[in-house]
């Protein structure tokens, strides 16, 4: 049976990353910042996963079974942090935010 | 099959996140967002991890989109609340010179992988990526970094709820 190369799979792993990247540099909406992010974090998830299947291993799993956990606890911390600010400056356009600018 | 499965699926994703940097409403992103972490679910699947495919939905797709809409929706953000893409001036130089980084380390990546030898994949058994197996490696050989995740979540939650109840002064 025909099977997709592992390159194709990085491949699409290093496409969502660079998509991801300029969403956080061109976007100024916290949250869609945030969620350009989490397109990162799934990226690389693709990669090692692929890794995983190509070399017969469990532990690209593991970490990308770790790679969540932490999206998760970024997830909801930096949604009340969101949260936090927008109750002290209701707007979500990060170039307001410069209160730790010098 | 696979291959039948897999372009059209990556495709999706593809447009997805485009779909998520280039949408106007927040609402659009976090749907179109969805929708990519469930093709994300399919090409795991492709991959024969069916446990982090689960995962995928429930805590992706499930719970971290769920506090994606409810933090947009307590916001109440509007359509065309930000300047949409437009570089500022001041950052012109910087943003055109990080743009073309982005685009050679793409350019770079793609380089390596079409020359590189990666054409001998393992035979899988066909226990590869259940939860039996993914449970024997997370409770034999990481054992200390899954207690830890464990703690890194509960810091998170107690954050969290710190966060948004004090006023940030």
């Known amino acids: 049976m025909e099977t997709v190369p592992l390159s194709h799979y990085l491949m699409l792993s290093a496409t969502l990353f660079v998509i991801g990247i300029v969403g956080v540099l061109i976007r100024r909406n916290v949250i869609v910042v945030f969620m350009s992010i989490e397109i990162m974090l799934n990226a690389v998830n693709i990669s090692l996963i692929a890794f995983d299947n190509y070399m017969n291993l469990s532990s690209g799993q593991i970490f990308s079974f770790m790679v969540m956990c932490v999206a998760a606890a970024e997830v909801s911390v930096g949604l009340a942090i969101i949260i936090a600010l927008h109750r002290n400056k209701p707007t979500v356009n990060l170039d307001e935010f410069n209160l730790l600018k010098w | ?169």
Request: hydrophobic share 60%.
């Open chain 2, 1 to 169: 099959m696979e291959l039948l499965i897999f372009y059209p699926l990556a495709g999706f994703c593809v447009v997805l996140a485009l779909g998520v940097v280039f949408n106007n409403s927040p609402v659009g992103s976090a749907l179109a967002l969805i929708g990519m972490m469930l093709g994300l679910a399919g090409i795991f699947i492709l991959q024969q991890a069916h446990f982090i495919a689960i995962l995928q939905i429930i805590i992706y797709a499930g719970a971290i989109m769920v506090l994606f809409m409810f933090v947009i929706m307590l916001l109440n953000l509007k359509k065309g609340d930000d300047a949409g893409w437009i570089a500022r001036e001041r950052n012109l130089l910087l943003s055109v010179l990080t743009g073309l980084l982005a685009v050679g380390i793409l350019y770079k990546i793609s380089d390596v992988l079409f020359t590189a030898k990666m054409d001998t994949p393992a035979t899988l058994p066909d226990t590869f990526g259940t939860v039996a197996v993914i449970g024997e490696t997370l409770f034999t050989d990481f054992v200390l970094p899954f207690e830890v995740a464990s703690i890194l979540l509960l810091a998170a939650m107690v954050g969290a709820v710190v966060l948004a109840k004090t006023k940030l002064d």
